[in-house]
T-cell receptor, first 114, second 115 residues
Framework: KAGVTQTPRYLIKTRGQQVTLSCSPI?????VSWYQQTPGQGLQFLFE???????NKGNFPGRFSGRQFSNSRSEMNVSTLELGDSALYLC?????????????FGSGTRLTVV | AQSVSQHNHHVILSEAASLELGCNYS??????LFWYVQYPGQHLQLLLK??????LVKGIKGFEAEFIKSKFSFNLRKPSVQWSDTAEYFC?????????????FGQGTELSVKP
């Protein structure tokens, strides 16, 4: 079956703009989590959605937001982009909320802010 | 706050050498523990996980890890590495009771295996 699909794969945006990233989970998976990966900070949890509800939120400013649709697809939005937002954004999906169900990661969206 | 510490940032080994990557976490409650691997240009893949039971867990590709609760450790081991094991390895922790699917990752250890 298809894995976790993230689009687009690459993005270049200008400081101050906003961006929306998309994640389609594995069919049947209802939980989606987002992570930011940078060389300096490593992998940091952004938020988790389950059945269209945010279950957990990481320590990121309010410029980072997300949502989940009824088909479990998820989007994350970053407004007023800063240079430091340049990162690989990873999405992970699971059958249910809770790590003991196991999370499968997508290949990520590489965001570059110039 | 929870944190995960991976002691080695970059490890260089020759093929057939044994591998042990250290991982320590700071949290006193019930945890799930994971090792993920990221091969060059690929996405994160689960190597192995520990939820409960036998503290010695076996994963894919000959990897294993041992959970030592008293030491808050979950070290990854492989008896004999191959060139194809060159990758970045991440240890991760999840608070089973309170944080849903939130994973706290270590900084990662880059493994380079020389043929």
């Amino acid at each position: 079956k298809a894995g976790v699909t993230q689009t687009p794969r690459y993005l270049i945006k200008t400081r101050g703009q906003q961006v929306t990233l998309s994640c389609s989970p594995i069919s049947g998976h209802r939980s989606v989590s987002w992570y930011q990966q940078t060389p300096g900070q490593g992998l940091q949890f952004l938020f988790e959605y389950f059945s269209e509800t945010q279950r957990n939120k990481g320590n990121f400013p309010g410029r980072f937001s997300g949502r989940q649709f009824s088909n479990s697809r998820s989007e994350m939005n970053v407004s007023t982009l800063e240079l430091g937002d340049s990162a690989l954004y990873l999405c992970a999906s699971s059958f249910h909320s809770g790590a003991n169900y196991g999370y499968t990661f997508g290949s990520g969206t590489r965001l570059t802010v110039v | 706050a929870q944190s995960v510490s991976q002691h080695n940032h970059h490890v260089i080994l020759s093929e057939a050498a044994s591998l042990e990557l250290g991982c320590n976490y700071s949290y006193g409650g019930t945890v799930n523990l994971f090792w993920y691997v990221q091969y060059p240009g690929q996405h994160l893949q689960l190597l192995l996980k520990y939820f409960s039971g036998d503290p010695l867990v076996k994963g894919i590709k000959g990897f294993e890890a041992e959970f030592i609760k008293s030491k808050f450790s979950f070290n990854l081991r492989k008896p004999s590495v191959q060139w194809s094991d060159t990758a970045e390895y991440f240890c991760a922790v999840n608070d089973r009771n309170n944080q849903g699917g939130k994973l706290i990752f270590g900084q990662g250890t880059e493994l380079s295996v020389k043929p």
